[in-house]
């Protein structure tokens, strides 16, 4: 169950210490200019380097295998490779038996038998959405002129994110944040009223992206204090635009012309320098542990462009259904 | 695009004010116990009557047309029908021309081009989750003994429910609030890593539901101002069950078998009886209306079984789908 | 598993003895002219009635329930209601200990663990071809002004149906026959090189249909016995026009913009007034019977228009994709 | 639209002189046997080599990129890569301007505004077909122990599939044929009544092989010239075995039990030796030709490895399915 979309289709594929990892975007339109180098800065933004995240640099250079001829789209399916390089497996042989508290060590064990690759969580890691940072610069090709920008609005509970990220070098304590993202220049219309409503799709694509624990739109959490005369945008104008923007972009399910957002909650990094305790299968009992591996003290740094992908994905699917109605 | 699911299949139809309202559920399993009174109970939590509801009263009887015999399911699909008799749609000649702020008026005009049934909303009414609940029932039962709970936890910002009522009768100004949700005695393992993760088949359910701007799994918004040493919980037994339940019952996307909850934002219903603005197609300039037409003060009264019924669907497509994994 | 189309969806339920049958449409646009009248001819075809079908007289009126606002098509799921009245039921007690060779009665015994509604082949009945009418005339405005016409090629195993039809009279026994269908005016490049050839969603379809046993396109069969060189047809002009059609209007599983042509083999009925012997549940032994019931000497007489609609709702749907790409 | 499969799904990718062809199979179950060496044998029957097939010999090696771990499948996505190494793009140059007749080369440039990759067919290339044969090894896996065999058993005619080849290197001319497929040991139940009936998803796969023209379940069309009496197949034993096989294993689209076995048309070969007519787009007339490139004068021969895979990937699905209900 590794597929999304109706229209603009992807697959991902691949664990964190095989071969690679990988995208196949089908249903993109022919005749699309895209290039290694398009990737190259969303990529970029999702690597690690920065304070407070992993030291595991992969050099995470795209590979078209398919899907692209000339400089263009070719209409048949694209197909991204990330061969994986900097792979230190050892680190997670203590995974077996200690599975990691926060992490899917211990559902994964279990819902696969045992089978699954649990080195560095396998087809579960975060190294996964490499596949999805791809995947959204195609999509965000398609939305064009349409805008996406996703950036870290809080960390650790706070605006002053630099600040929050010492105090976590300080504490050697992971922390999470909250990614705020707008998108410009959507047509009204896209969504349904029920299944497909714009929220549904974004935030099934959102809650695909690990770590993120909730979302809301527009006002979101806060409309709940307001009251309706307070909350309810007027409409001023033939296009629809409207005098506040407490919906976030989308009535009923579809978008309604003005600006969408939406905000959303991501954890703590699971992997916390901090000692732990966990079940431990040999000893069948519960034991304290140290993480080992490569790993953010604030992976919410790099979740902004992973978000923006999740979101233009969804969106992109969309504005081509759109296209038939 | 008006069905959910993979094995468990939902397809909802109808309008508000045409002949009726109904659901074909696919991908049941035979042999399950399946009556007319089973139904009732959850479509009498959804029905208006408490104050700050509306005054509408339809008798609500599902007629079930197919897919059970002998009283019991036979594995073929099973649609439900519920008649439309209490329908006034008078009171919505307006709405062609003046669009009601908060509801999707306007957008629904556009996006169909005009053709759209605008009369209660049409199809995009809250009327059409009757056709959502009676699914739920069925999910419900599948799922069993695994028990699906959601209750108000928050109205108009507070927890004295009754008082935040009162409130709004007496400042005539509909109101919001939190549904929280829980689900207990779910087996580990449903649920997949990326996209049909549980918080993404969950969510993309909830947002089916009208009003709904937001969702968190576990302490979700709260967690972004925790350390990870905190948020973490820890793994006690072989089963997998935790010290703690930050989480809301999942890791990487996956049940843990620990208690799963979420916390939903309901907005105040669009539907206020304060004076509002909006565009006046006729007169082509911004004008002040009242709405007209029967509502809720506090739709969210009326939304817990909704979303218990949202949550069952998501959740029992997951869980036959596990039956084979 | 009663749905099919990716953006044109149709869902299908209902029993033959049930209290109705019935197809929900959805994906399709808004605006288009729609009403009770428009699906009279198409059903009337479907209708028994001539020498060597069934004496069942149903009104088969159809019950437009959504999707429909004063005559045009709202862009909302379209559900359409068949009543069930002229129904014999006690004609079926017999079934379920003695399956009719030919029909479903035993597999569906074993499938649904005996939960099947059994009466006159419950869901699995012929008269579920009624909804597939239904959505073909519906399929039909979408395709418009393409034409798809289907027509008894052959019966009993020669042209002069007549002939056929009154000699199975004579020997009492029931026929098959060969229906071939034809689209003209399909636009170039409906379909798609593997998995969504026009080949496999029209086959697809067609396998839908109770008693089809075998299609070929183009000249099928046939071109196994031809060399290359007589079969590829050359290409005269800018627009694709073929010298020849051996192909059936379809290259590489993309139409050409030629007359698209299939033929289909529908067995003979199953339900034969000749003496046949089947296993006995109850004496456990195999015992000679005769089935009981109003049934079609030669139900092919009664499948062309079926065979219509299935080709005409694979084909809208292709064609709805075609507009985004 | 490269996907197939409702929980075992198989999507493909690459084109004939891209960088690679391959295949991700989502939804197999964990711990599942697998290794390269498994792929070897059906993949050396879809290679050329013998009379009357092409001489481009690729190495064909399969690279498993993920979803298998020590040995055994994880229940992650599997993908596999097929490199394109012998590739002599050059021939194909004049591909742009005089397609080739029976091929898709004119709808292809025709449906993808000029953007397709021309090269040797692109994605449309019989060489996807690896990536089908790929999938169809690890869907026998899921199947064991029941058996899928695909035999050709006729070419250019004649069952004498020897004499058939040497009259067409003769005659310089390419031949077709047909394909017989036997699927024994499957259980009673797969497939439904409508929709995914055993035939529509068999067929829907069989006609994403290319050069496929026609299928017919079980005496197909031979059915159409026989009475009921002779062609309903009398149930013998409280297991479902049949005194005759005439509905080839599937009664109302589910499996019976007996053996399920159909046949395919497979067209000769369009790429022919002798000389044809097409199109030219730059004298804008009609002008002769010859098609150059490496070619099978007999494609039938490397089919029936690819029809036993095609069946057996709509077969694992609907056995996967049949363990939940």
């Known amino acids: 169950m590794n597929t999304f979309g109706t229209l603009f289709r992807i697959s991902i594929f691949g ?34 380097g920065a304070a407070g995240t ?22 048949s399916p694209i197909t991204i490779l990330f061969e994986n390089k900097n792979v230190q497996s050892a680190d997670y ?25 649990y080195r560095g969580g396998g087809h579960s890691s975060g190294r996964l959405t490499l596949a999805i940072v791809a995947a959204g610069v195609v999509a965000k090709k398609i939305l064009s002129p349409v805008e996406v920008n ?5 960390a650790g509970g706070t605006t002053d994110i630099e600040a929050a990220i010492a105090k976590a070098l300080v504490q050697q304590d992971s922390i999470g944040g909250i990614v705020s993202c707008s ?21 099934h694509m959102i809650f695909s992206v690990p770590a993120i624990k909730g979302i809301e739109f527009g006002n ?12 309810n945008d007027a409409i001023l104008d ?31 990094t699971s992997s916390t320098p901090q000692l732990q305790h966990t079940w431990n299968e040999a000893s069948q009992k519960v034991e304290s542990f140290k993480v080992k591996g490569r790993h953010d003290l ?18 992109a699917d969309l504005l081509l259904i759109s296209k038939v109605y």
Not at 150 to 154: D, G, I, M, R
């Open 238 to 268: 033939e296009k629809g635009t409207t005098k506040t923007n407490n919906a976030g972009g989308i009535n009923g399910g579809i978008t309604n012309g003005n600006e969408l957002f939406f905000r959303v909650a991501v954890k703590p």
């Open 15 to 48: 664990e964190s210490h095989g071969k690679a990892v990988g995208v196949t975007i089908d249903g993109c339109p022919a005749g699309i200019d895209m290039d290694v180098n398009d990737f190259l800065a969303d990529l970029e933004r999702r690597k690690p």
């Open 183 to 203: 998108v410009k220049g959507l047509p009204l219309g896209l969504g349904e009223p029920f299944f497909n409503s714009a929220e549904s799709l974004i935030s």
């Open 220 to 231: 979101g959490f806060t409309a709940t204090k307001m009251y309706g005369s307070e909350h």
């Open 93 to 117: 042989d203590a995974i077996k038996g200690t599975p990691r508290p926060g992490h899917a060590d211990f559902v994964l064990h279990k819902k696969f038998n045992g089978f699954n690759d």
């Open 54 to 75: 992993t030291p595991r640099l992969e050099e995470d250079a795209p590979n078209i295998i398919s899907g692209v001829f000339k400089g263009k789209t070719t209409g």
């Open 298 to 315: 604030c992976i919410a740094l790099r979740v902004p462009v992973v978000v923006e992908a999740a979101a233009a994905i969804a969106l």
């Open 150 to 154: 996703a950036t870290l609005a809080e």
